[in-house]
């Protein structure tokens, strides 16, 4: 028996796909932000926040999409 896709299937697939565009493309958002800021300047509560740091940050984003 041929395996089928059902159009229930088909949606939620094009949903998922539509999402991880969105969350990819928020991700470049928030990479060339960083890259862009000044951080000479940055609050004490905020100074440990690194590449490193928004490294990990895009690591849970894709563990959450799977």
């Given amino acids: 028996m041929a ?13 998922d796909f539509e999402i991880c565009c969105r969350v990819q ?5 928030a990479e060339r932000a960083f890259d ?3 951080n ?4 004490q509560w905020i100074g440990y926040f ?9 690591g849970h984003c894709f ?4």
Avoid: M
């Fill in 3 to 15: 395996h089928r896709t059902t159009p229930l299937t088909a949606a939620r697939q094009k949903s």
């Fill in 36 to 38: 862009r800021a000044d």
């Fill in 63 to 66: 563990a959450a999409l799977g």
């Fill in 50 to 58: 690194d590449e490193a740091n928004l490294s990990a940050k895009f």
């Fill in 25 to 29: 493309a928020a991700l470049d958002r």
């Fill in 40 to 43: 000479t300047s940055n609050p």
